[in-house]
């Protein structure tokens, strides 16, 4: 595609339950990135791939969350048992390998009642 | 290991007025640096970005950002606000220490006043 894509654009899902967010990233990109934004809040790492690797997985707040990158393109954030913590902004960049600018998806809105 | 290090997390200005946001940078290879910014409800787009060329970089809509090696600092700047440029501006590092990641620093507020 043109862009990053990612889906589902909002999610509002009960504590407790599981989500997945996608992300589908430039087509031909080896790197992506998961970034978490909170309201007001700056953009905190998540997680790093190059190709289906992921060298820093550092940022992954807790072991309820995990990510998984198949083929070098399509990318899927999941958060088990969902906290309300958990509510803000997730996204996805990706970039043609790294050291290069980022392209951005919109996010997704991910609220927990 | 990298990191970014934004000194202002909000900036004042008066519309016409000249705009500067302070960017300074930690990395142990040559980094390429990066701004984006963030409207209010809108995604991320870039601005600027160095990557070991021209250490003066000129970007989309009049900003401009400046690397300076001795000082390890990438302040970006534009001559005149305007009320558009109402918006947070982050700065970002990556270099080949951290396998390409991308850091961003905490953000900067930038208001705009007429």
């Known amino acids: 595609g043109a862009g990053v894509s990612q889906s589902p654009s909002n999610k509002v899902t009960e504590k407790g339950k599981d989500v997945e967010l996608r992300c589908d990233p430039i087509?031909?990109?080896?790197?992506l990135y998961w970034y978490r934004q909170s309201l007001g809040q700056g953009l905190e790492f998540l997680i790093y791939?190059?190709?289906?690797?992921?060298?820093?997985k550092s940022g992954l707040p807790s072991d309820r969350f995990s990510a998984e990158r198949t083929g070098g393109s399509v990318s899927t954030l999941t958060i088990q048992r969902t906290q309300q913590e958990d509510s803000a902004v997730y996204l996805c960049?990706?970039?043609?390998?790294?050291?290069?600018?980022?392209?951005f998806g919109q996010g997704t809105r991910l609220t927990v009642v | 290991a990298q990191s970014v290090t934004q000194l202002d997390s909000h900036v004042s200005v008066s519309e016409g007025t000249p705009v500067l946001l302070r960017c300074n940078y930690s990395?142990?290879?040559?980094?390429?640096l990066f701004w984006y910014v963030q409207h209010p409800n809108k995604g991320l787009q870039l601005l600027l970005k160095?990557?070991?060329?021209?250490?003066l970089v000129k970007g989309i809509n009049g900003f401009e950002a400046e690397f300076k090696k001795s000082e390890t600092s990438f302040h970006l700047t534009k001559p005149s606000a305007h009320m558009s440029d109402a918006a947070e501006y982050f700065c970002?590092?990556?270099?080949?220490?951290?396998?390409?990641?991308?850091?961003f620093g905490a953000g900067t507020q930038v208001v705009v006043t007429p």
């Open positions: 960049a990706s970039s043609s390998m790294g050291y290069t600018e980022a392209f």
């Open positions: 087509s031909g990109h080896t790197a």
């Open positions: 791939f190059q190709g289906n690797s992921a060298p820093d």
């Open positions: 990395s142990s290879y040559s980094p390429s």
């Open positions: 160095y990557t070991s060329a021209a250490t």
């Open positions: 970002v590092v990556s270099d080949k220490g951290s396998w390409g990641k991308l850091q």
